[in-house]
T-cell receptor, first 115, second 111 residues
Framework: GAVVSQHPSWVICKSGTSVKIECRSL??????MFWYRQFPKQSLMLMAT?????????EQGVEKDKFLINHASLTLSTLTVTSAHPEDSSFYIC???????????FGPGTRLTVT | TQLLEQSPQFLSIQEGENLTVYCNSS?????LQWYRQEPGEGPVLLVT?????EVKKLKRLTFQFGDARKDSSLHITAAQPGDTGLYLC???????????FGQGTELSVKP
């Protein structure tokens, strides 16, 4: 298999607080993990690429100080949304990729609502 | 910048009809994946095509990779309500392993 989990599946937080989302590859080692954001009825928008043990690479327009990514092990990456605002409300999805492979396996997503 | 143009973006058909979704690019991809996503869930990988001209079948779904590896199509035969969902094509970039996603096709199959 190639199972990726995300936690939490949904979270509601108040404006100004920080939220951490975890992404885990359950049955394989993921040298690379990706974080996406998705708006309703739209495709996925890549936010950043995370390689184990190194700094994440952020896509143009994504604030690295606001969306903190840590990939501390081959099975875990975290995304922390700092000082969240209502406009950060979205569906966040992670994916994981084995070394040398092209396929990405996606987590079930996290619905973030900032009030 | 590599782009994948996916069409149509919306498709509403009756059960039993056939349909084709297209993904086109001016760039060459090392491989191309097709995903299906249901509301509130993450995309699920359906297939990966890597060789120009390759055809893969998954029950009633037929996937084809263009000879030049710049385009792909997904054909569904005798669509069923259970096929309803968002279909995404994604090309693997040569550099860095990023996936370039198409805009998605929202398919609705009515009974």
């Amino acid at each position: 298999g190639a199972v990726v989990s995300q936690h939490p599946s949904w979270v509601i937080c108040k404006s100004g607080t920080s939220v951490k989302i975890e992404c885990r590859s359950l049955d394989f080692q993921a040298t690379t993990m990706f974080w996406y954001r998705q708006f309703p009825k739209q495709s996925l928008m890549l936010m950043a690429t995370s390689n184990e043990g190194s700094k994440a690479t952020y896509e143009q327009g994504v604030e690295k100080d606001k969306f903190l990514i840590n990939h501390a092990s081959l099975t875990l990456s975290t995304l922390t949304v700092t000082s969240a605002h209502p406009e950060d409300s979205s569906f966040y999805i992670c994916s994981a990729r084995r070394q040398g492979a092209s396929e990405q396996y996606f987590g079930p997503g996290t619905r973030l609502t900032v009030t | 910048t590599q782009l994948l143009e996916q069409s149509p973006q919306f498709l509403s058909i009756q059960e039993g009809e056939n349909l084709t979704v297209y993904c086109n690019s001016s760039s060459v991809f090392s491989s191309l994946q097709w995903y299906r996503q249901e509301p509130g869930e993450g995309p699920v990988l359906l297939v990966t095509v890597v060789t120009g001209g390759e055809v893969k079948k998954l029950k009633r779904l037929t996937f084809q990779f263009g000879d030049a590896r710049k385009d792909s199509s997904l054909h569904i035969t005798a669509a069923q309500p259970g096929d309803t969902g968002l279909y995404l094509c994604a090309g693997a970039n040569y550099q860095g392993g990023k996936l370039i996603f198409g805009q998605g096709t929202e398919l609705s199959v009515k009974p």
